[in-house]
Structures are given as structure tokens and as C-alpha cells.
């Protein structure tokens, strides 16, 4: 059974950082490009960041791209995301997801495997 397991949201200040987790498990991670994408209230979930399976590849939502950073760690079976400079509109769920696809592309149809998302929210 396919497992993604989000953690490390919270409340924050505007001006903040964060670097999420999300741990997989019941597959082979290291084949897989990662994801993760945000909802926020009343919002369509969102694209935010991508890398694929080697690391050597990423993609960033063009909002995101000068504050968030993904990594990941084949090894551990984790992928991060590292946020700084928060925003009270970074506020949303964050959710991991794994693609078959080569490369860390935007649609979400080409994510099988989902989380369960973490909060953060941002006061301003």
C-alpha cells in the first residue's frame, strides 16, 4: 500500500519559513518524480513545486519560485519543501504527490499517488 505522509505545516508569521516533509512509503520512491501542491480556501489546488527522480530536475510555480525550494532524499524516502519568506498567501494545504512522468510537470493527472496534506497558515 502506497503511503505519502506530509508533516511539518503549522502557523507561521509573514516573514517566516518552513521546510515540509513527506515521507513515502510502498513504493519505489527513487523511480518516481515528486510533487507538491498547495489548496487554498475556497481555491482550486495548485502546482507549486516539482523534482524528479534523481534530483537533477525541478520546476517551480512562478509565484513560488524565488522563496520555495524541493529536495529530496532517495535514501530516506522523503521529499522536502523548503519555504521562506512566507506570505499570508502561501495560507493552504500542502500536498505530495508522485508521478510516473519523467519530469516534474504541472498537471496534477499526472500524479497517482497522493497525500493527505499538512496545513500552513501565515499570519500577517
Known amino acids: 500500500q502506497v503511503q505519502l505522509v506530509e508533516s511539518g505545516g503549522g502557523l507561521v508569521q509573514a516573514g517566516g519559513s518552513l521546510r515540509l516533509s513527506c515521507a513515502a512509503s510502498?513504493?519505489?520512491?527513487?523511480?518516481?518524480?515528486m510533487g507538491w501542491f498547495r489548496q487554498a480556501p475556497g481555491k482550486e489546488r495548485q502546482f507549486v513545486a516539482g523534482?524528479?527522480?534523481?534530483?537533477?530536475?525541478?520546476n517551480y510555480a512562478d509565484s513560488v519560485k524565488d522563496r520555495f525550494t524541493i529536495s529530496r532524499e532517495n535514501a530516506e524516502k522523503r521529499v522536502y519543501l523548503q519555504i521562506n519568506s512566507l506570505k499570508p498567501e502561501d495560507t493552504a494545504v500542502y500536498y505530495c504527490?508522485?508521478?510516473?512522468?519523467?519530469?516534474?510537470?504541472?498537471?496534477?493527472?499526472?500524479?497517482?499517488?497522493w497525500g493527505q496534506g499538512t496545513q500552513v497558515t501565515v499570519s500577517s
Open positions: 510502498g513504493l519505489a520512491f527513487s523511480v518516481y518524480t
Open positions: 504527490a508522485a508521478s510516473n512522468y519523467y519530469q516534474p510537470r504541472e498537471s496534477q493527472a499526472e500524479y497517482t499517488y
Open positions: 523534482i524528479s527522480w534523481s534530483g537533477g530536475t525541478t
